[in-house]
């Protein structure tokens, strides 16, 4: 069912803005917090989180955020040090910001 979709995106006017901090250790593990805000309650988004190894973004999971939460992520091992991590990185979410800062 997607309903959810019609009553967010259709039917609601909320758009959400994100900040993603984010610290990539020397061993290539990946820790950080995602943090929605500007919803209601109900508000429940799938957000992509990406890395770059330097030949363009890679998807590597999502976080589910409800309202306005945060989520932490801790020590994600990747198979190497990539140069970035980003969420949205290819706009695949629509909100009203989307900072990213290590």
């Not at 009553?7 to 901090?21: A, K, L, R």
């Not at 995602?34 to 363009?56: H, R």
């Amino acid at each position: 069912r997607i309903d959810w979709f019609f009553d967010q995106w259709v039917y609601g006017t909320e758009v959400p803005s994100y900040n993603f901090d984010y610290k990539i250790a020397s061993d290539g593990s990946l820790s950080g917090r995602i943090s929605q805000s500007g919803v209601s309650d109900q508000f429940v988004m799938l957000v992509p989180v990406y890395v770059d190894y330097g030949k363009g973004w890679i998807r590597i999971g999502s976080a589910t955020l409800t309202g306005n939460s945060s989520v932490e992520l801790s020590n994600i091992r990747l198979p190497k040090v990539p140069k970035h991590a980003a969420i949205c990185a290819l706009n695949d979410v629509l909100a009203v910001s989307i900072k990213t800062g290590k």
